[in-house]
């Protein structure tokens, strides 16, 4: 048997029912016994057919849906490295790289009494958002800081206000060369 049109848009018709594809509805739509309907749905391989289109359909959903998800990790990447660079820029500004009397760079607070728990909050917030920006590319976030003494540096005055005044004073943090 030649599929023909009719069989076609019978098939169509068909697919179209979903989970109440019958073939006594199709019978009654195109007109025609329930065994012309049964001969074409064996002749032109209907339950395949069905079965076909739905892996297809699933794949072309799969696909778009993996091409937003792609899309919108990197559009929230580019705004996370955006707002990275202006977190570094404020919290650089918090210290003054000099030399030391023994030639080595240190890097000298430069912030005031009311304005370090900013520079504490301006930390944390670049950790959280180089930790958003790992997630989201799947990786995990290292345990330590770049900046030596900088973990120490945050618990200390989070934890003793005594301290916080003494360190605002002369406050050295030693850092790796060029990583501030």
């Known amino acids: 048997m030649i599929e023909r049109a009719k069989h076609f848009d019978a098939f169509e018709f068909y697919y179209s029912l979903g989970d109440t594809r019958n ?4 019978a009654r739509k195109f007109a025609v016994s329930r065994a012309s309907v049964s ?3 064996r002749s032109f391989n209907w339950r395949n057919r069905v079965i076909q289109r739905d892996i297809e359909i699933g794949r072309s959903v799969s696909d778009k849906t993996n091409e ?20 570094k820029t404020a919290i650089n500004s918090a210290f003054e ?27 944390n917030t670049s950790e959280r958002l180089i930790r958003l920006k790992l997630d ?16 120490e540096f945050v618990q200390a005055i989070q934890s003793d206000k005594g301290l916080k005044e003494k360190l605002l004073g002369a406050l050295e943090v030693t850092i790796k060369k060029g990583e501030l």
């Not at 937003?68 to 977190?87: H, M, P, Q, R, S």
């Not at 900013?118 to 930390?123: E, G, K, T």
């Not at 989201?136 to 973990?151: A, H, Q, R």
Request: charged share 30%; glycine share 6%; no cysteine.
């Open 68 to 87: 937003f998800i792609i899309n919108t990790k990197a559009d929230y990447g580019k705004e996370i490295e955006v707002n990275l660079k202006i977190l």
């Open 23 to 26: 073939i006594t509805e199709v």
């Open 97 to 123: 790289i000099i030399t030391n009397e023994d030639g080595k760079k240190v890097a000298k607070l430069r912030i005031e009494t009311h304005s370090i728990n900013d520079l504490i909050n301006l930390i």
């Open 136 to 151: 989201l590319i799947g990786e995990s976030f290292p345990n330590k800081f770049i900046v030596e003494g900088l973990d």
């Open 39 to 41: 001969k074409w749905s």
